[in-house]
């Protein structure tokens, strides 16, 4: 290849594409990994009213409180607030209302069978946009105790003195 050649841009059409397949998060869980141990995770879409959509869209949503639970072969999603859209009429949802996770039976029955193992419980760690469809990533956790939850942040806080030392080492021209 020559040196002066230069790669194409993209058109106005495949510059749209790659944006809507891009993952755009609305809301991340981070106190779900403090208080507990992923041990596996799950990609699930969700069944949304129209107005649900809308907010999602304007980046409004918690997942603070949010668990999963699985009945009669279905899974749902409960204690996510998506606030109601400021410009809803009479159709307007109820914020904290229980959302339908949409995945496939197999995937259900293997989060049954490991939430019923003692400790274990379903919780919602990312919700996001992934080509135009709304989906949250479902995790299952076993929760930590108090004295591991010390020693995870005792050993971030290790982790970051030794990052401030090594760059302080390497900025005085030692390396």
Same mark, same amino acid.
């Given at each position: 290849m020559p040196k002066d050649w230069k790669k194409p841009k993209p058109s106005e059409s495949e510059r749209r594409k790659a944006e809507s397949d891009a993952k755009k998060v609305i809301a991340r869980n981070r106190r779900a990994r403090h208080d507990y141990e992923i041990e596996q995770t799950w990609e699930a879409g969700l069944s949304l009213m129209g107005t649900e959509v809308k907010a999602l869209r304007m980046g409004r949503a918690s997942l603070v409180d949010g668990w999963v639970e699985v009945k009669d072969g279905e899974a749902w999603l409960? /204690?996510?607030?998506?606030?109601?859209?400021?410009? /809803?009429?009479?159709?307007?949802?109820t914020p904290t209302r229980k959302r339908k996770l949409l995945l496939h039976k197999t995937e259900i029955q293997r989060m049954e069978h490991k939430v019923a193992a003692k400790g274990y419980t379903l919780v919602p760690l990312e919700l996001y946009f992934l080509g135009g469809r709304a989906k949250v990533e479902v995790a299952l956790g076993r929760g930590k105790k108090e004295w591991d939850k010390r020693q995870a942040l005792r050993e971030a806080q290790d982790k970051r003195e030794a990052q401030r030392a090594m760059s302080r080492y390497v900025r005085r021209g030692n390396a």
């Open positions: 409960y /204690g996510v607030n998506i606030p109601m859209y400021s410009q /809803g009429s009479w159709t307007n949802h």
